[in-house]
């Protein structure tokens, strides 16, 4: 995570409650992005030539110029064959087809694309699948649960942690770390230091602030 300060909470400041309305419309867009079933190529998302692309495994030997990557991946093993210059966001997305996690920056400044690695935070903008051999990751996918959203899931939709939803499945990534990890404070300015790697262009900071404090306790 870099230490860009994204804090935006001022811009929300004096927000007016929403209307039951709104809150069932965005409950209705905000249940596809918080489960991470949203697809297709979002802002900014950049495809691998076709050549860099990976390509779905077999028996036999990796085709030239590929390697072969074993991962367990939201509990579930997979292998894939891909060039040395793909990036695990573009395996997750393109090979796996698990598009919940987004390319924002590719540049590993907004966090979109954040992942748990070995119970830690990555942007995957900027790691090389090769270099994931063996690993455990979990993408937003992999937070909810036998068909039960993950508390920090329920919270965003609750305090309305979100407008376009891009930059959610990052934010959640970084929240659940944030909120297990013991080195980090509780207070609000501990909070917002740590997930200052998350840009929300929407400005949904005080929101995501109130969705990662309520689930305090609960993760
Ligand atoms: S897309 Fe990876 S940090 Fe922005
Ligand atoms: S909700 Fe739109 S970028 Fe954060």
Known sequence: MNNR?????????????????????????GMSSIAAATSGAGIGQAFADEGDAPTPTT???????????????????KQIDVAPNVILLDAIRDELQLTG??????????????????????????????????DEITTVEGLSKD???????????DEDAYQCGYCTAGQMMTATYVLGSSHIGDSDDAVREAMSGN???CGAYKNILSAVQSTRGKV
Do not use: W, Y
Request: hydrophobic fraction near 35%; glycine fraction near 10%; include cysteine.
């Open 5 to 29: 300060d994204t804090r935006g909470a001022a811009s929300n400041a004096g927000e007016p409650k929403h209307s039951a309305s709104r809150r069932r419309f965005m409950k209705t867009v």
């Open 59 to 77: 028996a036999d030997a990796p085709a030239a110029g590929k390697t072969r990557v074993s991962f367990t991946i939201n509990g579930q093993m």
């Open 101 to 134: 996690t987004k390319k924002g920056c590719d540049h590993g400044q907004c966090g979109a694309c954040n992942v748990h690695v070995n119970g830690t935070v990555v942007n995957s903008c900027l790691s090389l699948a090769v270099m994931h051999d063996g």
């Open 147 to 157: 068909g039960e959203l993950h508390p920090i899931q329920q919270a965003f939709l």
């Open 199 to 201: 840009i929300c262009r």
